[in-house]
C-alpha cells in the first residue's frame, strides 16, 4: 500500500531527495579557506554580537571604521548561512563539544548540498519549460547533478552553488515570463538577479543580457496584440521597472553595508576593500586573455570540456536549439559569453587551488541545458550512446573531486588541485569524508551508521527515479503525498546525522585522522617521505586514534638538529598570569607521556598567561633549533598561543623574541622544529609559552633546545609543500 502511493511522489522531490543525499555522503562539513571563513566568521558574528566585525585570521585582516577586522567580500551567502549556523549553535547547545565552531561549521556546512539538489530540481524545471520531454529532463538533471563540475563543488563552502541557482532562477523565470506574459515573473526575475549581485558583484554583467531580453519578449507581445508605439513603450517601460526596482534595493543594501564597515558606499562592494572600478584598474594589465581562453577550454588543469565532459555535446544541442527556438537560444548564448569574457580578463582565472575552472561552475546548467534538444524526435536515439559514454567519464571525473579535499593537497604539495594529482592522492587513500574512512586495523573501510543510512536512501530513491524515468510521461502529483514523503525523509536523515555525526563529532574528526594515517603510510611505503609527512602531521591535527604510531613516525621522518641538547633544567622559573587565566602541569593530555604545559584563559574575554625557564647560556652568533609539540583548543581570542625564544647581552640589553611556534583555533597535536641564529650580543636564552592576549587552552609538551653543531651532517627532509 505505502509502495503504491509512492508513484505519486512528484520527480522534483525524488531529485532532490536523492542529490541531497549523495552531497551529504561527500561533504566536507569544515572550512578550509580564508575566504570561506571570512563569510562565515560574518555570519557568526552577527548572530553571536549583532555586528560584522570578527576576530582577525592569518587570512583575512581587514580593519573598517571601527578599528577591527572586517570582511570585504558581499552579504549574500554570509546571510544565508545565517539560519543553519542557528541549527548549529543549538545543536551545540544540546550536544556540547569542545569548540563549537565544529558543529556551527558542520551545519553551515549543509548549506551547498542544499542548494545544489536545488539546482538539479530547477534545471529539470527548466528543461521542461523548455519543451524537453519528461524523461530528457530527467536524465539531464542527473547528468548536471552527477557528471559535471557541479558535483564536487556541492562538498565546499564556496558561493558557486549559489551563484550557479540565482542565475539558473533568473534564467528560468525570464522563460516563464516570455510564455506567460504575467508581470509576477518579471519581479521574480529583478529578485533573483539582485540577489545574483548581492552575492557576487561581478555578476551585474549578466543584467543587461537580461533587460535586453525581456525587453524582445515584451516588444514582441506587444506587436502581436497590435499595441500602439506609445503603448508599446509604456509596458517596456513598466517591465524595466518592474525587473531593476528590486536589483536597487538590493544594491543600496550593499552600499549600507559597505559604509557600515568602511564609512563609504562604494569599498567592498565588489570582494574587495576597494572600489571595484579601482580594483578592475588596477588589475587589468595583469591579465593574460588568450592563455586564459586557452588554458579554460583545453588545458589538463582548469579546461572546463574536462571537468564536465557531457557539455561537449553542447554546442551541437544549442545548434538544433536556435534552429527550434533562435530567440531563447541566443539569449542562453549571450549569458554564457558575457558569464565566459570577464574570467579570460581575469589575472587569477584559474580559480586559485580549487578543484577545475571554479569561476565557470555557476554556467554549468547552462552548457547542459541545450543537450535537451538533441533527444526531441525518435530519429536522435544515436546521441544517447554518445551522451551516456560521456556521462560515465564525467561520473569518475566528478567523483575524485568530491571525495578529495583541496586544502590537503595545497598543504602537502603546494599546488592547486588537477585531475591527476587528486587521482593520484586519491588513489592512496587521502579522500575526505564525513562518513567513509580508512584503518589501519581490521577491514579497512569503515562506514559511519549515518553514511549507511545515506546510501541505503540513495539506492531506495534511485529505484524510485528508475520506476519514474521509465515514463514517458509524469504521473500525477499530490502536494500531500509530495509533503508527506520530503519531510519523513529529511526527518529520517536529520534524526540520523544528529545521532551519528552530530553527537559523536570528536569521534568522526578522529576517524577522518585515522584516514590521512592510512594514506601517510601508503605514502611512506612508496618512498614518498615529504607527502608521508603532511598526512602524519594533519592525522595528529585530527586528534587520529593511533596519535602514538604518528608522531613516532613523524619524528622519525622530521628529525631534530644535529648538536649540544642543551636542558631546560627550570622551565618555570617565571610564571605570569593575569585574571582568571591560569597554568599547570598536565599530565592526562600528552604526545610524550612525560606531561604537558597547560595554559588556560576563560572564554570570551583577553588574557595572557605564560611561563619562561631560567636563563640559558648562549654563545652569539650561534644557530639553535627549538623543537616540541602544541595543542590547542577554542583559541578565538585577539591574540595566539605561542613558543618563543628571548635573548638578551646577560643585562637585559639588546632583546629579541623570535615566536617559534604560534597556533590559534583548535587543533590537535603540531610538532614544530625552528632554527634561529642569535645576535652578536647574545649571551643568554630564555624559553617562553603561553597564551598572549587570547582565551582558550594550550598545552606545550616535548620542549627540546639543541645548539646546531656547524661540524656536524644535519639532516633536510624535504617538508610540504612538497615541490
Not at 579557506?33 to 592569518?58: C, H, L, N
Not at 538577479?193 to 552575492?199: A, K, N, R
Not at 543594501?253 to 576597494?274: H, V
Not at 618512498?527 to 593511533?546: M, N, P, S
Request: hydrophobic residues 50%; aromatic residues 14%.
Amino acid at each position: 500500500m505505502i509502495f503504491a502511493r509512492l508513484r505519486y511522489v512528484s520527480a522534483i522531490v525524488l531529485l532532490f531527495l536523492f542529490f541531497f543525499s549523495l552531497y551529504m555522503v561527500t561533504m566536507s562539513g569544515a572550512i578550509h579557506y580564508g575566504d570561506e571563513m571570512e563569510k562565515y566568521r560574518v555570519a557568526q558574528s552577527i548572530i553571536e554580537r549583532g555586528d560584522f566585525t570578527f576576530r582577525p585570521t592569518a587570512q583575512r585582516n581587514v580593519i573598517g571604521v571601527s578599528g577591527r577586522t572586517v570582511s570585504g567580500y558581499e552579504l549574500g551567502q554570509t546571510l544565508i548561512e545565517v539560519p543553519f549556523y542557528v541549527l548549529g549553535k543549538l545543536a551545540y547547545t544540546i550536544f556540547p563539544v569542545a569548540d563549537s565552531n565544529w558543529l556551527t561549521m558542520l551545519w553551515v556546512g549543509l548549506l551547498n548540498p542544499v542548494i545544489t539538489a536545488l539546482v538539479i530540481v530547477l534545471f529539470f524545471k527548466t528543461a521542461r519549460l523548455l519543451e524537453s520531454r519528461f524523461t530528457v529532463s530527467f536524465g539531464l538533471a542527473l547528468v548536471l547533478g552527477l557528471s559535471t563540475i557541479t558535483f564536487p563543488y556541492s562538498r565546499s563552502f564556496t558561493r558557486e552553488p549559489l551563484l550557479m541557482l540565482f542565475l539558473l532562477w533568473a534564467l528560468y523565470t525570464s522563460f516563464q515570463f516570455s510564455k506567460t506574459f504575467t508581470q509576477r515573473w518579471l519581479l521574480l526575475t529583478g529578485l533573483t538577479l539582485g540577489s545574483l549581485v548581492f552575492t557576487k558583484f561581478i555578476h551585474g554583467v549578466v543584467i543587461p543580457i537580461f533587460l535586453l531580453y525581456l525587453l524582445i519578449v515584451i516588444f514582441q507581445r506587444e506587436q502581436q496584440r497590435g499595441a500602439s508605439a506609445p503603448q508599446t513603450w509604456t509596458a517596456i517601460l513598466r517591465g524595466v521597472l518592474v525587473v531593476v526596482a528590486p536589483g536597487i534595493l538590493f544594491l543600496i543594501a550593499q552600499m549600507l553595508y559597505a559604509f557600515a564597515r568602511f564609512g563609504n558606499l562604494t569599498s567592498g562592494l565588489g570582494g574587495l576593500p576597494s572600489n571595484p572600478i579601482d580594483v578592475i584598474i588596477r588589475l587589468l594589465p595583469l591579465a593574460t586573455p588568450v592563455e586564459a581562453t586557452w588554458g579554460l577550454l583545453f588545458s589538463l588543469d582548469k579546461s572546463i570540456f574536462l571537468y564536465s565532459p557531457p557539455i561537449i555535446l553542447g554546442l551541437v544541442g544549442w545548434w538544433r536549439w536556435w534552429r527550434i527556438q533562435p530567440r531563447d537560444a541566443l539569449f542562453v548564448l549571450a549569458l554564457v559569453l558575457v558569464e565566459f569574457m570577464p574570467v579570460t580578463w581575469r589575472w587569477d582565472w584559474a580559480g586559485g587551488t580549487w578543484w577545475g575552472p571554479r569561476y565557470l561552475v555557476q554556467i554549468t546548467p547552462l552548457f547542459v541545458l541545450p543537450l535537451g534538444f538533441l533527444f526531441n524526435s525518435n530519429g536522435d536515439k544515436r546521441w544517447i550512446g554518445i551522451l551516456s559514454g560521456l556521462a560515465a567519464i564525467g561520473f569518475l571525473v566528478q567523483m575524485v573531486g568530491a571525495l578529495v579535499n583541496d586544502r590537503d593537497y595545497l598543504d602537502v604539495t603546494g599546488l592547486g588541485s588537477t585531475l591527476l594529482g587528486q587521482a593520484g592522492f586519491l588513489s592512496r587513500g587521502a579522500f575526505d569524508s564525513l562518513v567513509l574512512y580508512l584503518s589501519p586495523e581490521g577491514f579497512p573501510v569503515r562506514i559511519n551508521a549515518f553514511g549507511v543510512l545515506l546510501i541505503a536512501g540513495i539506492l531506495f530513491l534511485a529505484w524510485l527515479i528508475i520506476k519514474r524515468w521509465r515514463q514517458d510521461e509524469p504521473s500525477q502529483s499530490s502536494w500531500r503525498a509530495d509533503g508527506i514523503f520530503l519531510t519523513s525523509v529529511l526527518v529520517i536523515q536529520m534524526i540520523g546525522f544528529i545521532i551519528w555525526v552530530v553527537v559523536p563529532y570528536p569521534q568522526v574528526l578522529a576517524a577522518k585522522g585515522d584516514t590521512r594515517f592510512v594514506a601517510a603510510n601508503n605514502f611512506l611505503a612508496e618512498g614518498k617521505r615529504c607527502e608521508a609527512i603532511g598526512f602524519y602531521a594533519q592525522a595528529l591535527e585530527r586528534d587520529t586514534h593511533y596519535q602514538t604510531q604518528a608522531a613516532a613516525r613523524l619524528e622519525q621522518l622530521w628529525q631534530p638538529a644535529q648538536g649540544k641538547l642543551i636542558p631546560i633544567s627550570n622551565p618555570m622559573m617565571w610564571i605570569d598570569a593575569e585574571g582568571e587565566a591560569s597554568f599547570e602541569e598536565d599530565s592526562a593530555i600528552t604526545i610524550t607521556g612525560n606531561g604537558s604545559f597547560r595554559f588556560f584563559a576563560p572564554a570570551d574575554k583577553d588574557a595572557s598567561v605564560s611561563i619562561a625557564s631560567a636563563p640559558l647560556p648562549a654563545v652569539p652568533n650561534t644557530a639553535y633549533e627549538l623543537s616540541g609539540w602544541v595543542k590547542s583548543l577554542a583559541i578565538y581570542g585577539s591574540g595566539y598561543g605561542v613558543v618563543s625564544i628571548f635573548e638578551d647581552d646577560g643585562d637585559w640589553g639588546n632583546e629579541r623574541t623570535t615566536d617559534i611556534k604560534a597556533i590559534d583555533e583548535t587543533s590537535g597535536w603540531q610538532l614544530f622544529r625552528k632554527t634561529i641564529t642569535t645576535l652578536p650580543t647574545t649571551r643568554r636564552l630564555f624559553v617562553k609559552m603561553g597564551l598572549y592576549k587570547t582565551y582558550g587552552t594550550l598545552w606545550v609538551d616535548g620542549i627540546q633546545l639543541i645548539q646546531v653543531d656547524p661540524n656536524l651532517p644535519q639532516p633536510h627532509p624535504k617538508l610540504p609543500p612538497c615541490k
